[in-house]
């Protein structure tokens, strides 16, 4: 009855949220979600447009040209530009300009702009303020990658800025040098296709999560590191009301893929209906076999059946010594049967 209670609490705040959300789409909003907002960050006679921007930063220009954001209809609005992101550029542009090259004066005009330096916080509200209404990301503040100061800038590369800086290595210090070079890119058209991320899943996931990619290690695992399954296909980065931000409940999530495990059953298995998938198996990588969490299945089976009967080597004293090796020798539907409730068939 509580757990009953618990869960329709749970099913109400979820609607709750997404009727919060549902009205903040407003008529501006394009394709299916995200809302396109012609978004003018400081004083409109600040704005100096994008051929402005493009006499120094031409390598940016040129990857932030290939990608969605460059390409919007912003409904009757003026189009994406650097600005939409940095903000209103003319004090930072001027400066630069009136610096000639002077390393003190150069430094001190890159800080006359918004370049995402801020707080996780601060980085993400500018991304969100045309994301908030999009479906996969209005959770974002409940992330625990919000919550741990992790920005969408930390995976995604608006225009692959810091890799080309990176394949630099210091060899391009100044942004005039980096007008006379066309960088190489051999990732771009994976960014390109991919989200705009910095690298592809799991490498992505795997440069802060290192505990994770020992699970994945494991001789039984989920096949994520040889690319035939992601982490997003159970997790949303992007943040749920989930456990672990995982795309449904643990056990719902589970059953996506494993339809067969769904049921409903005539004899259900508590074990598998209230305490979920994860109560017996490990969702990344586990040594024993079939993701257990044990290494002998049968010790699974006592941690809650022993108490049942009393006698931890045999639970049931009428089959003696058959009863003996794994359980699942006998009771091969455990996670659920329409024609045994002893689940034997
Ligand atoms: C006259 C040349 C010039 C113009 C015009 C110019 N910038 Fe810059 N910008 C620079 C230089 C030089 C730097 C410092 C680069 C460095 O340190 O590698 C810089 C740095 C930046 C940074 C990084 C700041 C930081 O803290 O690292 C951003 C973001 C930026 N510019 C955006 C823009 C945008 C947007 C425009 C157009 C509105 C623009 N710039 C126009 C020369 C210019
Ligand atoms: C969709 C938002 C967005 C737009 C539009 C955008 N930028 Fe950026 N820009 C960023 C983010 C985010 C960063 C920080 C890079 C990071 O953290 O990887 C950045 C960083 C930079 C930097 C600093 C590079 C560095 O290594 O830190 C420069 C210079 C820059 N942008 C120039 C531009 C120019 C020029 C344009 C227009 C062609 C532009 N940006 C358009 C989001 C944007
Ligand atoms: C001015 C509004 C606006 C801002 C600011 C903005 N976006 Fe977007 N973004 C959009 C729209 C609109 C789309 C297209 C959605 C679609 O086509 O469904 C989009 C698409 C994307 C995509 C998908 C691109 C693809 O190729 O599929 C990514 C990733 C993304 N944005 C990340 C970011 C990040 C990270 C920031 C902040 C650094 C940011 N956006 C800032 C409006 C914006
Ligand atoms: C921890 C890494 C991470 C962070 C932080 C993150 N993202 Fe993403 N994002 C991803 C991954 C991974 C995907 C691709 C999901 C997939 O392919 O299933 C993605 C996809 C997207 C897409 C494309 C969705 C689509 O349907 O094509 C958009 C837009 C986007 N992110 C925007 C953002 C914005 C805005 C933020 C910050 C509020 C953000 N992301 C923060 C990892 C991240
Ligand atoms: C088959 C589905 C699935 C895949 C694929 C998956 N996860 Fe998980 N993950 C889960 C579940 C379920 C949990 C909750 C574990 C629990 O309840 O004990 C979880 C928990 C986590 C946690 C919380 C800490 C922990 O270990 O309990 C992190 C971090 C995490 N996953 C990251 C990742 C990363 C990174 C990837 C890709 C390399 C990934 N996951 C792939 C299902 C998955
Ligand atoms: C820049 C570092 C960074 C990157 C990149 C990153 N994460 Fe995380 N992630 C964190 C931190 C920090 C936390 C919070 C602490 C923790 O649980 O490990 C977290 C938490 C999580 C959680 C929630 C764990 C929980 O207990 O609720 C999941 C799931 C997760 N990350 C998945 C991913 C996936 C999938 C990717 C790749 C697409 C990814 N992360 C990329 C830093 C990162
Ligand atoms: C995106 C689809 C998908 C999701 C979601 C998924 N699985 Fe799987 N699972 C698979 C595939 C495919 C295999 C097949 C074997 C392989 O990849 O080696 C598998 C195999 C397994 C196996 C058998 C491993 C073995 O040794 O044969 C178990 C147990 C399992 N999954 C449990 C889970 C649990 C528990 C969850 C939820 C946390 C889950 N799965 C979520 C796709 C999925
Ligand atoms: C009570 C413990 C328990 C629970 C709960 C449980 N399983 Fe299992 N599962 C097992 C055992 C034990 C095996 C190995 C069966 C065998 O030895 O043949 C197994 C095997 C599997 C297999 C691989 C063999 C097969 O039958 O396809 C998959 C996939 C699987 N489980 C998925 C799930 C999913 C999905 C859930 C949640 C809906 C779940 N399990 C819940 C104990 C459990
Ligand atoms: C998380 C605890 C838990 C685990 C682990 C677990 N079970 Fe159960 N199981 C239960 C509960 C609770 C019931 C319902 C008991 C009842 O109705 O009297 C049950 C019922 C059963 C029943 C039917 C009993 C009946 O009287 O109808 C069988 C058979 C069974 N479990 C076998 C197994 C086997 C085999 C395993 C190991 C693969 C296992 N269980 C693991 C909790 C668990
Ligand atoms: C040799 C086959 C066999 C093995 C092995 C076996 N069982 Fe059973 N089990 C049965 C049969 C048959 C029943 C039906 C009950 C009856 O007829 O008394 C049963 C019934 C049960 C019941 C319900 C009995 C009750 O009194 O409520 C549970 C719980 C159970 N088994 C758990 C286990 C566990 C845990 C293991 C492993 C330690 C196990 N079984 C191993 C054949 C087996």
Redesign the pocket.
């Given at each position: 009855m509580k757990i009953k209670i618990l869960i329709c609490v749970v099913i109400l705040l979820a609607v709750g949220a997404r009727v919060v959300q549902t009205q903040k789409l407003t008529e501006t909003s394009?394709?299916?979600?995200?809302?396109?907002?012609?978004?003018a960050n400081g004083s409109p006679e600040n704005i100096v447009g994008t051929d402005r921007c493009r006499s120094c930063h031409k390598a940016e220009l040129t990857e932030f040209s290939k990608?969605?954001?460059a390409h919007?209809d912003m409904a009757n609005k003026p189009a994406?530009t650097c600005e939409?992101?940095h903000g209103a550029g003319k004090p930072h542009a001027d400066a630069e300009e009136a610096a000639h090259g002077d390393d003190a004066k150069t430094a001190a005009a890159s800080k006359l702009i918004f370049a995402?330096r801020g707080s996780a916080r601060e980085?993400a509200d500018?991304?969100l303020?045309?994301?908030v209404s999009?479906q996969q990301q209005d959770m974002f503040g409940h992330s625990e990658h919000a919550a741990q100061g992790v920005a969408?800038?930390e995976c995604?590369a608006?225009h692959l800025v810091d890799e080309i800086k990176d394949q630099s290595k210091g060899s391009l210090k100044t942004v005039q040098a980096t007008f006379f070079q066309t960088p190489e890119l051999p990732d771009e058209t994976r960014w390109?296709?991919n989200?705009?991320?910095k690298d592809s899943q799991p490498a992505l996931c795997y440069k802060c999560h290192a505990t994770v990619k020992s699970q994945f290690a494991q001789p039984v695992h989920h096949r994520v590191p040889e690319g035939l399954m992601k982490c997003t296909d159970c997790h949303n980065t992007h943040g749920t009301m989930n456990q672990a931000n995982l795309i449904k409940t643990t056990t719902e999530t589970c059953v996506g893929c494993h339809v067969e495990k769904r049921g409903p059953f005539v004899y259900e298995h508590p074990a598998v209906k209230v305490a979920g998938c994860t109560i017996c198996h490990t969702p990344h990588g586990s040594p024993n076999r079939m993701l257990l969490v044990r290494r002998e299945g049968r010790q699974l089976c006592l941690q809650c059946h022993a108490g049942f009967h009393g006698e931890v080597a045999v639970p049931h004293g009428r089959f003696s010594f058959q009863t003996s090796g794994e359980c699942t020798r006998c009771h091969v539907t455990l996670h659920g049967s329409n024609f045994d409730q002893y689940f034997l068939r």
């Open positions: 394009v394709g299916p979600s995200v809302a396109a907002k012609a978004i990608t969605a954001h919007l994406m939409s992101c995402f980085n500018r991304c303020t045309c994301h999009s969408c800038n995604h608006t390109l296709h989200s705009l991320l």
